[in-house]
């Protein structure tokens, strides 16, 4: 089964994915630890955002690599929810033109991982 960004129960496959497998999903994925930090940073997402993966591994993806998601619709959501799964139109507005972006705000209960999902909206 192919992964979507709309695929039902996303969280749960994306969790027993490989760093290799992350690569090759048809959309941007940042995966963070619970503090923000990115453990993984997929190979769509480095080419849609022109950010080489090596640069932001290890950094806190709210505060030193997407700044502009450091707000109440997405950090701090991450940070009040254990469990979620959540869709938001955005506007991506740092290191590139203004771009809308479609996410999807990805943890599991327990897990202690968090993922970002992204997709270029054409608007």
């Given amino acids: 089964m192919e992964l979507t960004f709309d695929s039902v129960e996303l ?8 760093p290799a497998e992350l690569d090759r999903l048809p959309f941007g994925l940042i995966t963070m630890n619970r503090s923000g ?11 849609r955002a022109g950010i080489d993966a090596k640069k932001v591994l290890g950094r806190n993806f709210f505060t030193s ?3 502009c998601t450091n707000n109440y619709l997405i950090a701090q959501r991450f940070l009040d929810e254990d469990a979620l799964d959540e869709y938001l139109d955005f506007v991506f507005t740092l ?5 809308p972006v479609r996410l999807r705000m990805l943890a599991r209960a327990g897990s202690d991982r968090q993922y970002l999902a992204v997709l270029n909206r054409d608007d």
Avoid: C, K, W
């Fill in 95 to 99: 290191r590139m033109a203004p771009t």
């Fill in 11 to 18: 969280v749960d496959q994306l969790e027993s994915l490989t």
């Fill in 37 to 47: 930090d990115v453990i993984a940073y997929n190979a769509f997402e480095s080419a």
């Fill in 65 to 67: 690599v997407g700044p």
